[in-house]
């Protein structure tokens, strides 16, 4: 049997910081090869919104830890509380908004190694 571990170091040299917060991929094949699917851990800052975009080869799950959320998923509106999760189907326009007075703590994955973003617009 295969297995791969990734230790905290590795995982902090594949984050990335965006104005609105920050990606940190924990599998998949921007830090890995061999995967089938995509995992990471994503905050969004209090106040602040991720890019409307979507996803044409995955569905995207979406499990928040902490913090509270405006997830527009299309033409529809849900919010997230701690301890929810969201599936999001392949193609669908998606962003979400932070409405509480913390961070948005969020574990995200796709099944897919190869997830593709597509802005919207």
Same mark, same amino acid.
């Given at each position: 049997?295969?297995?791969e571990v990734r230790r905290g170091e590795q995982t902090g040299a594949a984050r990335?910081?965006?104005v609105w917060g920050s990606l940190?991929?924990?599998a998949g094949s921007n830090v890995s090869t061999g995967d089938t699917l995509t995992l990471g851990r994503v905050v969004i800052r209090r106040g602040q919104s991720n890019p409307r975009h979507a996803h044409s080869n995955c569905c995207e799950a979406l499990y928040l830890l902490s913090g509270r959320l405006r997830h527009t998923v &299309?033409? $529809?509106e849900v919010i997230l509380e701690p301890?929810?999760?969201l599936i999001v189907p392949p193609g669908v326009f998606h962003n979400a908004e932070t409405i &509480?007075? $913390?961070d948005a703590d969020m574990i995200v994955a796709y099944?897919?190694?190869q997830r593709d973003f597509i802005?919207?617009?």
């Open positions: 049997m295969e297995f990335k910081n965006e940190t991929w924990l &299309g033409t $529809e301890g929810d999760t &509480g007075e $913390e099944d897919s190694a802005p919207e617009g």
